[in-house]
């Protein structure tokens, strides 16, 4: 049995570290400001930003806190993929909590829509114009990282709610300020939380996936048994499992039975730039095998 490696390869949430480290700087100096206007003005929109931005601040930390375990917990003979799942928990968290503060808001407004409380325009409006500016800013350093990492993803999407919700508390502000008009406020605080739903869904269904190990959504598994078996030499393919175990970091293994006349270390090395330039999968755990040995593995039942 031999391995492809990919050493030196770091997660894609590590690579955006100080990027998280800066956006949560940002959130939590603007968190403090929103929870005290808000609790003054009795705002409902601007209570539910403030909720948003409470998990925010912490799904950052948290994923900072994953970002970290995973870069100093290395391999061990107990831990031997390390803690980069750790990671992936953090988005599964993330996705928790948004769905806890949506539910939340939506219970709250219901509640106030037979007496809307009257809530005063203008302190709502000035934090909400310092929140929308504090929240582009998030959003600017996080939205690369995005694309290349759940657990960054996680984080996005909490900035990326806070910024939908600072633009509605921006116009509840307004049109309490020029109208007087008191349900705006608790419908643009359903609003707020009504966007946030269908994409805390997407966040928490690729989290599990990772989690329950499905092979990745963009990696055609199916695609790499028909390439691995039609490799010179090769006649089954069996075992072959792709999984990720964080963002950035696909995981394979396989087993290749071969014909008696092929050459095991060409066979291994075939697969495994197979592998890694048609799928850039670059840790790749293959066994070359006779034929006759492989009847063996057709007695398992998993």
Same mark, same amino acid.
């Given at each position: /049995?031999?391995?492809?490696?990919?050493?030196g390869?770091?997660?894609?949430?590590? =690579?955006?570290?100080?990027?998280?480290?800066?956006?949560?700087?940002?959130? *939590? *100096?603007?968190?403090?400001?929103?929870?005290?206007?808000?609790?003054?003005?009795?705002?409902? *929109?601007?209570i539910?930003?403030?909720?948003? /931005?409470? %998990?925010?601040?912490?799904?950052?930390a948290?994923?900072?806190?994953? &970002?970290?375990?995973?870069?100093?917990?290395?391999?061990?003979?107990?831990? %031997?993929?390390?803690?980069? =799942?750790?990671?992936?928990?953090a988005?599964?968290?993330?996705?928790?909590?948004?769905?806890?503060?949506?539910?939340?808001v939506?219970?709250? @407004?219901?509640? #106030?829509?037979?007496h809307?409380?009257? &809530?005063?325009?203008l302190?709502?409006?000035?934090? @909400?114009?310092?929140?929308?500016?504090?929240?582009?800013?998030?959003f600017?350093?996080?939205?690369?990282?995005?694309?290349?990492?759940?657990?960054? #993803? +996680?984080?996005?999407?909490?900035?990326?709610?806070?910024?939908?919700?600072?633009?509605?508390?921006?116009?509840? +502000?307004?049109?309490?300020? %020029?109208?007087?008009?008191?349900?705006?406020?608790?419908?643009?605080?359903?609003?707020?939380?009504?966007?946030?739903?269908p994409r805390?869904?997407?966040? *928490? =269904? =690729?989290?599990?996936?990772?989690?329950?190990?499905?092979?990745?959504?963009?990696?055609?598994?199916?695609?790499?048994?028909?390439?691995?078996?039609?490799?010179? +030499?090769?006649?089954?393919?069996?075992?072959?499992?792709v999984? %990720?175990?964080?963002?950035?970091?696909? &995981?394979?293994?396989?087993?290749?039975?071969?014909?008696?006349?092929?050459?095991?270390?060409?066979?291994?090395a075939?697969?495994?730039?197979?592998?890694?330039? +048609?799928?850039?999968?670059?840790?790749?755990?293959?066994? &070359?095998?006779?034929?006759?040995?492989?009847?063996?593995?057709e007695?398992?039942?998993?």
């Amino acid at each position: /049995m031999d391995h492809g490696h990919g050493h030196g390869v770091s997660s894609a949430s590590g =690579r955006h570290l100080p990027r998280l480290v800066a956006a949560l700087a940002i959130g *939590a *100096a603007f968190l403090v400001l929103e929870i005290v206007v808000g609790v003054l003005t009795g705002s409902l *929109a601007l209570i539910s930003d403030a909720a948003h /931005m409470l %998990t925010d601040v912490f799904g950052l930390a948290m994923a900072l806190t994953a &970002v970290m375990l995973a870069r100093r917990s290395g391999p061990t003979y107990r831990r %031997t993929f390390g803690l980069y =799942r750790a990671e992936v928990l953090a988005a599964l968290g993330n996705a928790l909590l948004l769905f806890g503060v949506a539910a939340y808001v939506l219970v709250e @407004a219901i509640g #106030r829509v037979a007496h809307p409380p009257e &809530v005063p325009g203008l302190p709502v409006l000035l934090t @909400a114009s310092a929140g929308l500016l504090a929240n582009i800013a998030a959003f600017a350093l996080l939205r690369r990282g995005a694309k290349e990492s759940l657990n960054v #993803r +996680g984080a996005y999407l909490e900035v990326l709610a806070d910024l939908i919700g600072s633009v509605g508390v921006l116009v509840s +502000g307004a049109i309490t300020l %020029t109208t007087g008009w008191r349900y705006a406020d608790p419908i643009i605080g359903v609003a707020i939380g009504l966007f946030v739903l269908p994409r805390t869904a997407v966040l *928490a =269904r =690729r989290a599990l996936r990772i989690l329950f190990q499905h092979a990745p959504a963009e990696v055609d598994v199916e695609g790499i048994a028909a390439g691995l078996t039609a490799l010179a +030499g090769v006649r089954d393919v069996h075992d072959l499992h792709v999984w %990720t175990l964080t963002s950035g970091m696909e &995981v394979a293994s396989a087993h290749l039975a071969v014909e008696q006349h092929a050459e095991p270390a060409q066979v291994l090395a075939q697969a495994q730039n197979l592998l890694a330039n +048609g799928y850039h999968i670059k840790h790749a755990t293959l066994q &070359v095998e006779p034929c006759e040995s492989a009847k063996r593995c057709e007695e398992l039942s998993w």
